[in-house]
Every structure is written in C-alpha cells, then in structure tokens.
C-alpha cells in the first residue's frame, strides 16, 4: 500500500494552508477532511478521541502498511511531507536557522497576527469576551513587531533562511499575506510584500482557498 | 579552529536550561554568558545589534573557521546541537512527532507554564499590570490543559516521542519540572512525575542552576 495522506483541516485556518501549500510545492497528492471550527467540530468526542486530544486542526493522517498514524501541529506536519526534499536544507546550521523560524512563526507571529485574524475578522469585535478584547492592543504591538523583525531579516536576503525557498517561507507566508484581515497594513514592511510577489511567482504556488 | 559554542542566557531562564541541558547529554562544552532580562540587558542597543534583533535570550553563538554564527530559539538551538545525535530520531515519522511536541510546547505550554511563573515567581502578582492580571485565569486553565494533555500522554508511553528520551522530551521537562513556581501542582498529573523522576535518573543529566 503506497501512503495515503489526509489533511483534517478548516480552509479558513492559514495553519492548514501551510500543509497544502507544502503538499503542492511537492507534488504530493492531499485528500483533506474539513471541519468548522466555529461550530466547536474539532471539539467532538469523536475527534478528541480518533484525531487530536488537543481539540485543533491542522491534523495530517499518514495510512500505510503500517496502519494509521495522525500528525498534529501545523509545522510537524510540514516537516514531515517535506523530509528529503529541497524544502529543507541539509547544512547543520541552515536547517536550524529555518527552524528557528519556525518556533518564531509559532511563538511571535502566530498567536498576535493569526489570533487577531481570528478575533477581528471572522469573531467580530462587538462578540469578543472582555479578556479578548483587554489584549487587542498588545496583541498589534506585538504582531508589529513581529511584521518588523521579518521585513528587516527580508531587507538583507530574499529568503527567510539558507538563500533558498524553504518551509520557514512556508510557515510565515500562511498568516502574513492574509494580515490585512486582522488589521496589519501591509505597506510599511516593503521586503515582506516584495517577498510575498515572490513566493505567489513560485512554480507550484497554489493560493489560500 | 574547531567550534565554538556560547551561550547567551539568563539562568533562571528554562529555555536557556533546555540548551545546557541538551549539551550536558552529549558531552558538548558550552561558555555561557549571562544577562539579567529583569534589568533589560537583552533590549540594550548592542545586543539588538550584535546578537538578536528579537531582544530575547536563549541565543547559541557559533563560532568556527567560517566565522561566528547566531541561532535565536531555544528548540532550534538544541536541533543544532543534537544534529546526527540519538537525542533526534531518524524515522520520518518519529522526526516529525517529536517536532511536534516541541511546537506544542513554544505555542501550548511555554505561553501558559512559563510566563505564570515569570509572571508569579519574578515580577511578583502585585507588580502585574491589569492586563496582565487579567489573563492569568486563562493561562491557568490552558496551562493545566497542556499538562493534562502530556500526562495522557505519558500514561501511554515512557517517553514523549519516539519510545525513546529525545529533545521533546529536553523542551517539555525544561518548564514542567519547575510549574509549581507557577502556581501549578504537579500532584494531579502522576504520569508527568514519574517522567521527571526518569529524566532526572538518566546519565549525563544537569540540574537547572
């Protein structure tokens, strides 16, 4: 039995986005199973119990011979479609430095821009809870200065890491160019929308649904 | 020239501890130099300068015949380090799924974990600003639900990845065998305890400073 892989995944996430662009750029073929996180889907029993105790999408399922195995965590599973390819340097130190980006993307990016994606655009302001909305403005500073750091980082190579087009492109791509929907203007980081330009050109680039 | 390896931490710092930790498991000599973040002396000109833009510490400093390297990231620092160790497994799969451990700690654990007991154990709650006072029942909550996950976890298996101790293993024990400074009683989680108690027993361990 060849591998078959399914994406378990809401369109609207940029963190499902990563895989299915990751699985694009690589030729590989991606059957995918969507949930509505607004109406709690991945919060079943059901789902807790077969695809992720953590209750969230992305989940990549792997069926082979060896049964049936699930991924979560939108950068795991990157990895793991990507293992072997040109989307991972093979240098001792590039491939940490993309990581880095990685765990950046993660930890600096994704829970202020993606989370105000989340809250403004498809929540509501008028429907945040108090607490949501106490950290609005500490959620944009820290999203500006995430935006910063990488349109500094793109102003001295046209990469996030190792020269190349890499997964950290990948990871960091998803959330950035949909920025606009959380309230971040695009135009004060020119080496983010000139790499943005530069990934959309790339040969296999398939957009966010 | 062979290389060289320096540290850039605070020592009260578990994702500082997660690189010396990784280091002392593989014999590898690490210099260290150390800042105060209470004093700001991560967010001084020459530091932002010199050795991250992102004005955080960890940061391993590389230095061999091609000159000197930084790599920002606590879990991207230990890949470095651990490359072609048995502290990474080389299956794909097994790869990937301790990669995914380590990004749910920096997005699941580490936000919750560690910033309470930043939050509690260093800044004291009477010197929290309203909002961050604000968020600490919800870093409460999800904190507990990140140790719920990994004690389900561990009730499966010895080990958080891999059937084997491996950086997961390294990324995760860093803040969980210090959450009680946070508020967090390890007590319910039994699974979790006996885990620390083997991590604590494996040769070439180091205690947090």
Redesign the interface.
Known sequence: MTERLTLHEDPRSGNCYKIKLTAAMLGLPLETRQYDIMLGETRTPEFLAHVN??GRIPVLQ?EDSGGQ?F???????C??LA??SELIPSG??E???M??W???E???H??NIATLRFWLHFIGEAHLTP?QR??IV?KRVAGCEALR?MD??LARGEWMAAGRFTLADIALFAYTHIAEEGGFGLEDYPHICRWIDRVQALPGFVPMA
Chains 1, 2 share one sequence.
């Open positions: 105790r953590n792997i195995r991924l979560p965590e939108s950068n795991a599973a990895w793991y293992t072997g001792r130190f491939q940490a430095d990581l880095r990685m765990f950046f993660q930890y600096n994704e829970p607490q106490d950290q500490a750091l500094e980082h």
